[in-house]
């Protein structure tokens, strides 16, 4: 399984980005799709994640206080792609954003990373 994040780039605060991350392999199912970021001397941190809710089409969703009402997180399942909608942006979002999934696969579980993808927001 390969992921593959794209939508980053350069955005002046208050701004609005849309990363995509779009899995590739045998994928049966998924077990959570998040997105996480890693600033510039800082750990990498959790941004937005959705869990999947078993016998449902529902998703359980959580965000990290520092983006919550300015980001969303949401998925195709048909192009089995992650999307992480960000508005309102401010400087402190500048990061590496990082896509992570955790899937059934013909070939058993197995957890993910796409390869980063850069956000820069300028004041």
């Known amino acids: 399984v390969q992921l593959q994040a794209s939508g980053g780039g350069f955005v002046q605060a208050g701004g609005s980005l849309r990363l995509s991350c779009a899995a590739s392999?045998?994928?049966?199912?998924?077990?959570?799709m998040g997105w996480y970021r890693q600033a510039p001397g800082n750990q990498r941190e959790l941004v937005a994640h959705?869990?999947?809710?078993?016998?449902?089409?529902?998703?359980?969703?959580k965000y990290a206080d520092s983006v919550k009402g300015r980001f969303t997180i949401s998925r195709d399942g048909a192009k089995n792609t992650v999307y992480l909608q960000m508005n309102s942006l401010k400087p402190e979002d500048t990061a590496v954003y990082y896509c992570n999934a955790n899937f059934q696969t013909s070939r058993g579980p197995g957890n993910y990373w796409g390869q980063g993808t850069l956000v820069t927001v300028s004041s």
């Open positions: 392999g045998p994928i049966i199912s998924y077990n959570y």
């Open positions: 959705m869990f999947n809710v078993r016998n449902t089409n529902a998703a359980d969703t």
